[in-house]
């Protein structure tokens, strides 16, 4: 059964293609700089000065560049959806939950999740976790 891995934050994604227990490979990597930014860190080119919705606007703003991040990324998978059994998505619960929110039927349909952020693993060690989670197949 041939799967397709995406782990992603809100900031970073890889994408991997799972075989078999022996065969796990990456095919793909995002990067989203604008959706790690602290707040503080956005607009940096702008003189600083304090407003009291500062904080919201970068937050704001993060979570905007997240969301263009989430369809992105989805936009990818279903480029290559059909040539997928499943599809296994691994990101923390926020972004998880962002990704869900555009997510077609079809993808919904192979789809298997995971509440977890793989982004910072090395590739044996996703695919290890993959396994022990069984949402890859032998």
């Not at 080119?45 to 560049?65: I, M, P």
């Amino acid at each position: 059964m041939k799967t397709l891995v995406l782990a992603a934050d809100g900031s970073r994604a890889r994408l991997f293609i799972h075989w078999n227990v022996h065969n796990f490979e990456q095919i793909g990597s995002f990067d989203s700089p604008q959706g790690r930014n602290l707040p503080g860190e956005t607009n940096t080119d702008r003189s600083g000065s304090f407003q009291g919705s500062a904080y919201e606007t970068e937050v704001d703003a993060q979570r905007h560049a997240q969301q263009l991040f989430a369809k992105e990324l989805l936009a990818d998978v279903k480029q290559k959806e059909k040539d997928f059994d499943r599809i296994v998505i691994a990101a923390p619960p926020k972004f998880l939950g962002e990704l869900r929110s555009h997510l077609t039927s079809s993808i919904q349909q192979k789809l298997s999740t995971l509440t977890r952020d793989f982004t910072h693993l090395k590739p044996d060690e996703i695919h290890q976790r993959l396994m022990e989670a069984e949402t890859v197949t032998l």
